[in-house]
């Protein structure tokens, strides 16, 4: 890795399963709740106004987190149902179908989330959200103008998520 | 190892009218049972409203790191869930088999007061019958 214009991103991406976009929208949080990023590609349907909606969504996955962590069926220690978890700590979950979208979760260890809503068919995107965090470390963790804690604004890491996410199926 | 750990029925309000257990490690109480079905009721409540085009009609499959958990739900509003081994194939036609069951033994039984805890024992006879072909057929393949 060069210091200063280093463009290569370790790994390399996975590579893409088809081609076509059907990315509905992502969202980054930070572990307190703030939305740090919200990008938007294809969505028809807004019901809430922006804020209402990414609280909501962040309500949904911190109770899905309680849930599995509650039900996980391997372990017998399981705590109360919705004491909070530290990253990490208990059974997680990485994705959920409905009919109409799949919503692909991953957690950092320190606690940031990352989620892509795409298609219901698409395949496991594990290896595509490391990806999409390799990029923010890259663009917006490097960058000596971001602060940590607010919003997202790099041109450079949403120009790249966007042709990286038009890459995925 | 089993391929199936729980199985839950929850009516259209949330309340867990069914829960059994086939073998999951530490056992929730009933208190928690509870608890965990209205949560995945309103979880299955708030991702329609999150859906970003029309027609979503909530979660059916959630993919957690230990488990799959598969979510049917009726055109009355109940949901039927099951919870697995990651991986298991089939889910979906096993929960249509557990809804006829229910249709069935439940809904045709005289005694049974809609939306009320199930008590009924050739619902419970069916059921384990069907879970264990379910079984049967996963060890076959």
Same mark, same amino acid.
């Given at each position: 890795?060069?210091?200063?214009?280093?463009?290569?991103?370790?790994?390399?991406?996975?590579?893409?399963?088809?081609?076509?976009?059907?990315?509905?929208?992502?969202?980054?949080?930070?572990?307190?709740?703030?939305?740090?990023?919200?990008?938007?590609?294809?969505?028809?349907?807004?019901?809430?106004?922006?804020?209402?909606?990414?609280?909501?969504?962040?309500?949904?996955?911190?109770?899905?987190?309680?849930?599995?962590?509650?039900?996980?069926?391997?372990?017998?220690?399981?705590?109360?149902?919705?004491?909070?978890?530290?990253?990490?700590?208990?059974?997680?979950?990485?994705?959920?179908?409905?009919?109409?979208?799949?919503?692909?979760?991953?957690?950092?260890?320190?606690?940031?989330?990352?989620?892509?809503?795409?298609?219901?068919?698409?395949?496991?995107?594990?290896?595509?959200?490391?990806?999409?965090?390799?990029?923010?470390?890259?663009?917006?963790?490097?960058?000596?103008?971001?602060?940590?804690?607010?919003?997202?604004?790099?041109?450079?890491?949403?120009?790249?998520?966007?042709?990286?996410?038009?890459?995925?199926? | %190892?089993?391929?199936?750990?729980?199985?839950?029925?929850?009516?259209? #309000?949330?309340?867990?009218?069914?829960?059994?257990?086939?073998?999951?490690? !530490?056992?929730?109480?009933?208190? &928690?049972?509870?608890?965990?079905?209205?949560?995945?009721?309103?979880?299955?409540?708030? #991702?329609?409203?999150? #859906?970003?085009?029309?027609?979503?009609?909530?979660?059916?499959?959630?993919?957690?790191?230990?488990?799959?958990?598969?979510?049917?739900? #009726?055109?009355?509003?109940?949901?039927?869930?099951?919870?697995?081994?990651?991986?298991?194939?089939?889910?979906? !036609?096993?929960?249509?088999?557990?809804?006829?069951?229910?249709?069935?033994?439940?809904?045709?039984?005289?005694?049974?007061? %809609?939306?009320?805890?199930?008590?009924?024992?050739?619902? &419970?006879?069916?059921?384990?019958?069907?879970?264990?072909?379910?079984?049967?057929?996963?060890?076959?393949?």
């Amino acid at each position: 890795m060069q210091f200063f214009g280093g463009s290569d991103i370790s790994p390399s991406p996975p590579p893409p399963t088809a081609s076509g976009h059907n990315a509905h929208m992502m969202y980054i949080f930070n572990r307190s709740g703030i939305c740090l990023l919200y990008r938007e590609w294809n969505r028809p349907l807004h019901t809430l106004n922006a804020q209402q909606d990414h609280k909501l969504m962040f309500g949904l996955l911190f109770s899905l987190k309680s849930l599995t962590a509650k039900m996980d069926p391997t372990s017998a220690d399981k705590g109360n149902l919705g004491v909070p978890q530290l990253p990490g700590q208990g059974c997680s979950f990485h994705s959920f179908r409905t009919n109409t979208y799949k919503l692909s979760f991953m957690e950092t260890p320190s606690g940031m989330k990352i989620i892509l809503l795409t298609h219901p068919r698409t395949g496991d995107l594990r290896e595509s959200l490391k990806y999409i965090y390799n990029l923010y470390v890259e663009y917006v963790v490097k960058n000596p103008l971001y602060a940590p804690g607010t919003p997202i604004r790099c041109d450079l890491f949403n120009t790249s998520l966007d042709q990286y996410v038009r890459s995925i199926s | %190892m089993a391929a199936i750990y729980s199985l839950y029925i929850i009516n259209k #309000s949330g309340g867990l009218i069914f829960h059994k257990d086939y073998g999951s490690a !530490g056992r929730m109480d009933t208190n &928690d049972s509870l608890r965990v079905a209205s949560l995945w009721h309103s979880m299955h409540a708030i #991702s329609q409203q999150l #859906s970003p085009t029309v027609g979503c009609s909530g979660i059916e499959l959630l993919e957690a790191d230990t488990f799959d958990l598969h979510c049917f739900q #009726s055109l009355t509003g109940t949901k039927f869930f099951v919870v697995c081994e990651p991986g298991t194939q089939h889910m979906e !036609g096993l929960l249509k088999v557990i809804y006829e069951l229910y249709t069935d033994y439940v809904l045709k039984n005289p005694f049974y007061e %809609m939306e009320m805890p199930i008590r009924c024992e050739l619902f &419970d006879i069916n059921l384990s019958q069907a879970i264990q072909k379910d079984r049967v057929a996963l060890l076959g393949r």
